[in-house]
């Protein structure tokens, strides 16, 4: 969502006569007000993560297919004048030259595999978690609007979230939720020579395999995880950075979301192998101790 909630992006991930991800595909913009799609706009081959900065001046997109993260400024309240700002490569951009008649794998054959997409609370970087080749975190510095490396040492990363001074991520083949402060992520930045920086010193917590979406109590406190190899939602107290409880999800989760006020976690399954899928799971979260009943999450 921008403006705060009048308009919802939608992300088409790839065209339906596009057998290889090839070409560009397209963001639908939603008012909300109206429920009618305002405007499309074009972003790069499968498109995967949206996420809004916070001082609401731009849309990041992340695109899958190839290495590329678009940037949209969207500083008017006028949706006609919004425009494609930037399109940074992350190190190199795949070249596209597929079958167009024989599909190939583009779920693991898609370079960095670049995902989930989150800015520091200051507006001054940018972050893409890169699930594949070689991993890592591809930073853009949107002061500069440049791309200015990757943060390494981090594997198969799918899922970002800034929380009360953290970097959450998610290592999918891992199975682990692990933190990061924001503090530390900077340093490496600043001290990155070249296009790649070693960084270290996550605190990590081992949930179920396949850790996918990630999102956070009002309080942060809690961090719940869609695990979908094991088809379980996987809740990490943060505070000790350990798991405290797992439920049964339909087959293979993979999206996730808190309500506002930390009461009810949802998670979309999707399903392999003609197995379940296809479903929205809600579960009602009973706390030790009340969450904030003021607060709203803000993953920024």
């Avoid at 479903?279 to 803000?298: F, H, I, Q, R």
Wanted: net charge positive.
């Amino acid at each position: 969502f921008t403006h705060g909630g009048r308009y919802l992006w939608v992300p088409y991930y790839r065209r339906s006569y596009d057998i290889n991800a090839q070409d560009p595909s397209a963001v639908a913009i939603i008012d909300t007000q109206t429920d009618k799609i305002i405007r499309l706009m074009e972003t790069g081959p499968l498109p995967k993560m949206i996420a809004t900065s916070p001082d609401g001046k731009y849309v990041a997109i992340s695109h899958w297919g190839n290495n590329t993260v678009g940037i949209i400024d969207i500083s008017s309240n006028d949706p006609k004048q919004w425009k494609h700002k930037a399109c940074h490569i992350v190190d190199y951009q795949l070249k596209l030259n597929y079958s167009l008649t024989h599909s190939v794998n583009r779920d693991s054959g898609s370079g960095y595999a670049v995902r989930g997409t989150v800015f520091t609370p200051d507006d001054r970087y940018m972050l893409v978690a890169c699930m594949g080749g070689g991993g890592g975190i591809a930073v853009i510095d949107m002061q500069k609007l440049a791309y200015v490396g990757r943060l390494t040492g981090v594997h198969n990363a799918r899922h970002l979230v800034v929380k009360n001074g953290f970097l959450y991520a998610s290592l999918n083949a891992a199975g682990i939720v692990q933190r990061l402060p924001i503090a530390k992520v900077v340093e490496a930045i600043k001290a990155m020579k070249g296009k790649a920086q070693p960084i270290s010193g996550w605190e990590t917590c081992k949930v179920g395999g396949g850790a996918r979406t990630i999102s956070l109590s009002p309080s942060g406190n809690y961090a719940f995880a869609a695990c979908n190899s094991v088809s379980q939602l996987c809740v990490v107290d943060t505070r000790t950075m350990k798991q405290v409880a797992a439920i049964t999800i339909d087959s293979y989760p993979v999206g996730l979301d808190i309500s506002a006020d930390g009461k009810f976690v949802v998670l979309t399954s999707q399903g392999r192998k003609g197995f379940g899928g296809n479903a929205v799971n809600l579960v009602e979260v009973s706390y030790k101790t009340p969450e904030p009943t003021n607060a709203l999450v803000d993953e920024q």
